[in-house]
């Protein structure tokens, strides 16, 4: 299929018909006429694990403060006005904001209670924290976003927030699997209200 760019720039700037054909085509003919080719399967826990308890979704819905919103937009209207633009690098841009609209450009110009405001998904995960923390029970968060596991505000705003001793523990692929267990251990044998940071 060549390099990335030459990919990019035959199949993401003309996803006409014709273009997905091709490349259907391609990938074909590159395993032979009688043969598939292969493809990636993802097993779903679920599938995987009869030990698992049966899954709740509490689904939470909000609207986007008007200063996230106003940044959802803004990117959309970018997005329209690029003759350049690159469709999954917008989707990722659309997919930060929609998290926070200030995880990485504005660390530190917001109060707590303003970094918080500025976001529906981050207000409504606070929430539930406070009533995590009333009836003194843990929290994992789960976070696509590295850098708002680590390197942002909301670690910091948890450990005040909350009065921790120390920050919510964070793992992530990036800690080694040694120490993600002792982390894992720590948060489990620890007393009372704490949270981590998946």
């Keep these: 299929l060549g390099d990335l760019k030459s990919f990019s720039n035959k199949y993401e700037k003309d996803p006409s018909q014709e273009t997905v054909h091709a490349l259907k085509d391609k990938l ?6 009688n043969e598939r080719p292969r493809l990636m399967l993802r097993r779903m826990k679920e599938e995987a694990l009869d030990a698992l308890p049966e899954k709740h979704l509490h689904p939470i819905e ?4 008007p200063i996230q919103a106003e940044a959802y937009a803004k990117a959309i209207s970018r997005a329209q006005s690029d003759e350049e633009v690159i469709i999954l690098e917008t989707l990722h841009h659309l997919r930060s904001i929609s998290l926070h609209p200030f995880i990485t450009d504005q660390s530190g110009a917001l109060s707590d209670e ?12 606070i929430e539930i924290l406070d009533e995590v923390k009333r009836k003194g029970e843990k929290a994992l968060i789960f976070l696509e976003s590295l850098d708002m596991q680590g390197s942002s505000e909301l670690p910091l705003i948890l450990k005040t ?5 120390q920050l919510p523990l964070v793992i992530n692929g990036s800690i080694a699997a040694v120490e993600r267990q002792k982390r894992v251990e720590r948060f489990q044998r620890g007393e009372g209200f704490d949270v981590m940071i998946l």
Excluded: F, N
């Design 114 to 125: 303003q970094y918080i405001a500025s976001s529906a998904r981050l207000s409504a995960t």
């Design 161 to 165: 927030r909350y009065q921790m001793q």
């Design 28 to 33: 074909w003919h590159s395993v032979g006429a």
């Design 62 to 65: 909000r609207e986007m403060p």
